[in-house]
């Protein structure tokens, strides 16, 4: 059986385990050049805040990323370019 031994000798299945630790947001995530336009913060401080897509995602750096890779994402980055491009002319 695969699991953890714990120090009485007991074993529990490491796949049904819940975490226990929820990551935060970190706001050192919006200096990263890829995410600094579109991240922010969600109320609950255990999620962030896509500002174009209006997507909240928790706040774990991998599912961050994720989301910078998703079609809706790059799609809705592309049409903000554009309108802001349109609105500077």
């Not at 922010?40 to 990323?65: E, F, H, W």
Request: hydrophobic share 30%.
């Amino acid at each position: 059986m695969k699991g953890i031994k714990t120090e009485r000798g007991a074993r529990f299945n490491t796949s049904k385990v819940k975490r226990l630790y929820h990551q935060g947001y970190r706001a050192e995530w919006e200096s990263i050049p890829s995410f600094s336009l579109w991240l922010r913060p969600s109320n609950d401080g255990y999620s962030a805040q896509c500002q174009i897509c209006d997507a909240t995602v928790l706040a774990r750096l991998a599912s961050v990323k994720q989301h910078h890779n998703t079609r809706k994402h790059q799609e809705s980055m592309k049409c903000n370019e554009f309108l802001s491009m349109v609105s500077i002319n």
